[in-house]
């Protein structure tokens, strides 16, 4: 069983209930329903790292955007990437500052073993902190966004369980590193791949996924308040129905409000086929997709949501 760890409530204001958590989305107008806002309680209060899954453009980067905001702490961001190693992610040594130093102690004519040269410069002052060591070694517990994890290879997960079980990391050459108050860790997959058993078993899970009608539409209205009652409300139907089709890329909450706004730009006061036609660009990304849906399919869709 892995230690349990101080609770960041010390040192950040955490709600007290998941309505506080609830409250505290809001205030950064993020609609976060009753499962997500329990999710988030719980990882702020055991405290444990959460893993949110879901297709890209559900909000998922959005939720440690807006928990960051409103706690009034720091964001530290690491975007995952194929290749993404711990010169990247954790820290690397400043080799050319290193070799300077070196080179300025030999013509200074300092003398000493080799050894001693190099203690002296695997310190501090040659360390270049990467996104992981930054959070480790904040004063003020951050939120640690890990972002894309499942674009990441899996040697990288296995690198991750000794900062996720622990909250520690061990330097070669310097110290290990252990946080006092642990960040606010929060992974995103879009399931391009699986993200091992391992790192699941030391995060609590939650599937983030599209909206209802209901709640797409009051973040619509949040978002994208030009858009009228009308055109909000034929919108989201739209996307519903669009959702339920065979596409390659579903559009997420950020093309339609991309989408919405578009049309609004436009002067558009209600959908009509002219308009969907012309701006599926900014609603669906893939061609593929928009050829699917331009022409008679728009026109079904649209005859499907109005009558």
Not at 98 to 103: G, N, P, T, V
Not at 152 to 170: G, H, R, S
Not at 221 to 244: N, S, W
């Amino acid at each position: 069983m892995s230690k349990s760890m101080p609770n960041p409530a010390p040192c950040l204001d955490v709600p007290s209930d998941v309505d506080g958590v609830r409250s505290l989305f809001e205030s950064q107008a993020y609609l976060a329903d009753r499962a997500l806002a329990t999710s988030v309680y719980l990882a702020l209060r055991l405290p444990r790292p959460l893993l949110l899954e879901g297709e890209a453009g559900v909000g998922k980067t959005e939720v440690a955007k807006a928990l960051a905001q409103a706690l009034g702490t720091r964001l530290i961001r690491l975007q995952c990437y194929e290749g993404l190693d711990t010169a990247a992610a954790l820290y690397e040594w400043n080799y050319p500052k290193q070799m300077l130093a070196i080179r300025s102690a030999g013509r200074a004519g300092k003398t000493g073993d080799s050894a001693m040269r190099a203690q002296d410069i695997y310190t501090e002052d040659f360390l270049i902190r990467r996104p992981l060591l930054e959070a480790l070694e904040q004063d003020r517990p951050p939120v640690l966004l890990i972002d894309e994890l499942d674009r990441a290879d899996e040697p990288f997960e296995a690198f991750l369980l000794e900062i996720l079980a622990d909250y520690q990391v061990t330097i070669p050459d310097y110290k290990t590193v252990r946080t006092v108050q642990p960040p606010i860790v929060v992974l995103t997959s879009n399931r391009t791949r699986d993200v091992h058993d391992a790192v699941r078993r030391r995060c609590l899970y939650h599937w983030l996924d599209y909206p209802d009608a209901g709640r797409e539409k009051d973040i619509l209205t949040l978002k994208a308040p030009g858009a009228g009652a009308v055109l909000a409300g034929q919108v989201v139907a739209f996307v519903q129905a669009l959702r339920e089709g065979d596409l390659y890329k579903k559009p997420g909450i950020s093309e339609v409000l991309d989408w919405a706004q578009a049309l609004v730009e436009l002067g558009a006061i209600e959908l009509d086929y002219e308009a969907v036609d012309n701006t599926l660009g900014t609603l669906l990304k893939y061609q593929d997709d928009i050829n699917r849906i331009q022409g008679d399919e728009a026109r079904r869709l649209l005859q499907d949501i109005t009558s």
